[in-house]
């Protein structure tokens, strides 16, 4: 072919709608020759049988950016590129019917008025007014989007491939990819039926056969996508009188109904309905050997199966009767695949150098606009707007199987419009790993959580006390666990506990010139031989990429700890910067670490071991406890006198019984949380995210500004202190009532927005709810009465003095 594009700089496999936004965004940031490859006709995949549903709504702050700038692109984009779209901006309801989904409602709600949306909460009665076929008597209310919508599909993935081929992009289709080589450079020849394509990014935007696609990265350092399809089913009803009389009388469509409660969507579509369910008892395919995926299944669907869904159909019925008056026109039962979680997989690929992911979108068209921004900053500035890791494909590590993905998949699409309760476990695909002493846990009553696959326990539970899920559906703090979370608290203040910590991420950092590439990495100082302190790792702009623990062993040798859910990303840092000569290790799976601390924990180890318990507050050394031999790193997150002990896993379960033996109590993560807020201390991707800089984290003391090494960012941080931080990091004491402000509540100051909270919880040493979060620079004043708006009700806060609320100047730390 004369015109085949031998040359790109990036290369994207997949032409759905968000392979389309992604080539039409790297144009627009200037990256013009760049080439996108789909096997058949644009569209072919899960974009041409999709819905094109456009909503804001989510709780995810990430993906509720993503979806509104979806919603402000589409509106323009059709006069930008000329090109026509039928673009429907109706508006939706989403029905309550209950008081739980109502303060839901208020959180999402208050999350889009932060970002400039002006969400309603409604009556039963205003409900009925925005929506006369409806019956209202059992509701509690409803949250009202102005900006929600639908797009037709086609002609957006269309507007999108032409905006991006008149700015100098090209698009190849009928020409599927059949491999990928990679080069010692770092560079990528992506092959195809009709030639080869030398570049220098690749994109797997591949869908539902993303998969497939990135089984050609394994031999470069890539994993199994974790995914899988789920069968999906939306009818078309045929026309209604009485909707085409409303339309005309009023010259507007209905507003797109949710029954959330009851899991489905129920649009106007031309003068009858589109009902969407996702039905408990779903389908996957593709799952098994004798349902193979086929080589290709481009614009076909599966057969109805209207079996599973009548029970759904039926209350959409009586919800809107009008919907019971016509029969069915189509059925349309096609392929959408699924994360584990329900969000698709957007930025680096994992341990493969400039490759990346676009894949896996359960809800496509409604993120596929902010999806194109993203990847194409994630490409070519290294770094987003907005923090991403909720989509980021490095959330997932190494226990993603087939059967962990397709477990996950059916249950989140059983539960497409779930609560997310603070202190719900979902129990599909469980216990993926555990650590060395998970069955004594077990028997100790832990209630068990999953941190990056890794089964910990969040508490302890006691005879009698309720454990089921069904608990756990409340936004309140109060339920079986408080009491137990109490006590645990309050043995580390008084006594000693102790807490398995199982997959703490864990590298070793090795050879001549270790520390001087340390030192043009982190942002501060490095601790010497012996001794150990945080390093934090900024991006370009000066913002909070990631924290770690810097123990140091020698002049040139380091092991770096961070976050469990950290272990890709952070190994990625490093990884990815390091100079030849220098060996990085990653050691996660083969230690167990247990958290010993309280006021007693001294006494207690000193019974079980030889280690020099006088050292001093951030020191480490190598010891015998219960007769095996461990490491002891004197630093405790929970803010009391304590040590982290780590060890092989073989020699744990004796060191762990000997502790609670010798009189330690087990505690929990949620414990852990309460005593670290009390103390200010930061979690990752919740206080410490892309979207702060270092001044605005409160992480000054972490910088050193005077340092010769350039490390990332330093300008940025230089800049920003020149000029004066715009929002500052403060704690707040809040007069709440029996729920405590999550991620992303706003903070108010005379009737305007003025920051967000970035934790929050109930700090049982200081019997005070506390979060942790930003506000405006000159608000950020001990004293200054706020207020945190919690679940729709706007609770007075209280700045604090720029310490730590329980031991101010850490001498329960130091003892």
């Known amino acids: 072919m004369v015109d085949f594009p031998s040359k790109a ?40 049988h999709a819905a094109g549903n456009v909503p804001t709504f989510s709780t995810s702050w990430s993906i509720m950016n993503m979806q509104r700038y979806s919603t402000e692109l589409y509106a323009r984009l059709g006069d930008e590129v000329d090109y026509p779209m039928n673009y429907h901006v109706t508006g939706s309801i989403r029905l309550a019917h209950t008081a739980e989904r109502m303060q839901e409602f208020e ?48 002609q957006l993935t269309q507007a999108l491939a032409k905006g991006a081929r ?69 009818l078309l009803s045929e026309e209604i009188p009485e909707i085409e009389a409303y339309t005309k009388e009023t010259g507007e469509k209905l507003p797109l109904l949710r029954d959330v409660d009851v899991s489905y969507y129920l649009r106007q579509e031309k003068h009858g309905f589109n009902l969407g369910p996702y039905e408990p008892n779903c389908r996957a395919h593709w799952e098994t050997a004798d349902d193979p995926m086929p080589e290709d299944f481009s614009f076909q669907l599966w057969q109805n199966d209207l079996d599973r869904i009548e029970d759904i159909m039926m209350d959409a019925m009586e919800r809107v009767p009008s919907l019971a008056t016509s029969g069915i026109s189509r059925v349309i039962n096609g392929p959408i695949p699924y994360a584990p979680d329900g969000l698709p997989l957007l930025g680096p690929m994992p341990g493969v150098k400039n490759a990346f992911e676009a894949c896996v979108f359960t809800f496509g068209i409604a ?22 890791w909720a989509v980021d ?30 202190h719900h476990e979902w129990p599909a695909g469980r216990e993926k790993k555990v650590g060395a002493v998970h069955t004594k846990v077990m028997e100790l009553g832990g209630v068990m959580g999953v941190y990056n696959g890794w089964e910990r326990a969040n508490w302890f539970a006691q005879e009698g006390d309720d454990t089921s899920e069904k608990s756990t559906h409340t936004w309140s703090r109060s339920g079986p666990w408080q009491q137990r979370i109490k006590e645990e608290c309050e043995a580390v203040r008084d006594g000693v506990g102790v807490l398995d910590l199982p997959g703490f991420s864990r590298f070793n950092l090795t050879g001549e010139g270790a520390a001087e590439f340390l030192r043009g990495m982190v942002t501060g100082g490095l601790p010497k031989a012996g001794r150990m302190n945080l390093v934090y790792f900024s991006d370009d702009r000066g913002r909070i990429l990631t924290e770690m623990s810097c123990i140091r062993h020698g002049e040139d040798h380091f092991t770096l700890i961070t976050a469990g859910a950290a272990q890709w990303h952070d190994f990625e840092i490093l990884k990815n910067a390091l100079p030849t000569g220098l060996s990085l290790t990653d050691h996660t799976t083969e230690f167990g670490t247990m958290i010993v601390t309280g006021p007693k924990s001294r006494d207690l180890l000193a019974s079980l071991s030889d280690a ?39 020699d744990q379960p004796a060191i762990y019984a000997a502790i609670l033996e010798a009189g330690a109590k087990p505690f929990g993560m949620y414990a852990l949380n309460s005593l670290r807020i009390e103390k200010g201390y930061r979690a990752w991707k919740g206080d410490l995210s892309t979207d702060y800089s270092l001044l605005e984290g409160g992480l000054e003391r972490f910088v050193k500004l005077d340092k010769p090494q350039d490390f990332p960012g330093k300008a940025a941080i230089q800049s920003e202190k020149q000029q004066g931080v715009k929002k500052r990091f403060v704690t707040l004491i809040v007069e709440t009532g029996d729920a405590d402000a999550p991620y992303m509540s706003c903070i108010w100051k005379d009737g305007e927005i003025i920051g967000e909270t970035t934790s929050g919880d109930w700090g049982y040493r200081v019997n005070a709810s506390v979060a942790l979060g930003t506000v405006r620079a000159d608000l950020a004043v001990p004293g200054t009465k706020l207020e945190v708006e919690i679940y729709g009700q706007k609770c ?20």
């Open 9 to 48: 700089r990036v290369v994207i496999i997949g032409g759905g709608v968000v392979g389309a936004s992604s080539l039409y965004h790297l144009a627009k940031k200037g990256w013009s020759d760049c080439v996108l490859l789909e096997k058949n006709e644009l569209t072919a995949g899960s974009t041409w």
């Open 367 to 388: 993120q596929g606009g902010g999806a194109g921004k993203v990847l194409a900053e994630w490409i070519v500035d290294g770094q987003t707007e907005w923090d991403m």
């Open 612 to 650: 020099d318990l006088s050292l001093g507050w951030l020191t480490h050394q190598e010891a015998t406890v219960a007769g095996k031999s461990a490491f002891l790193a004197r630093v405790s997150f929970a803010g009391e006198l304590g040590w982290e002990v780590h060890c092989a896993n073989g």
């Open 393 to 422: 494909p490095r959330r997932y590590t190494d226990y993603t199987d087939h059967d962990y993905c397709v477990q996950k998949g059916k249950e989140v699409y059983g539960n497409e419009y779930a609560m997310h309760f603070p």
């Open 166 to 234: 008149d700015m100098g992009a090209k698009i190849v289709r009928f020409c599927p990819a059949t491999g990928v080589t990679q080069h010692d450079d770092g560079s990528w020849t992506v092959h195809t039926d009709k030639g080869d394509i030398d570049c220098d990014y690749v994109v797997n935007a591949a869908g539902y056969y993303a998969q497939r696609v990135g089984e050609w990265f394994k031999p470069f350092g890539g994993r199994t996508v974790p995914m899988m399809v789920m069968s999906h089913q939306y």
């Open 796 to 815: 007075t806060a209280v700045v604090q003095e720029d310490q730590p609320l329980w031991d101010p100047a850490n001498e329960r730390l130091r003892a």
């Open 107 to 154: 959180r999402a709600a208050s999350m889009g008025r932060y970002q400039g949306m002006d969400i309603e909460i409604l009556t039963p009665e205003e409900t009925k007014e925005r929506y006369p076929f409806l019956e209202t008597h059992d509701m509690a209310g409803a949250l009202y989007d102005p900006h929600d919508g639908d797009i037709d599909p086609a």
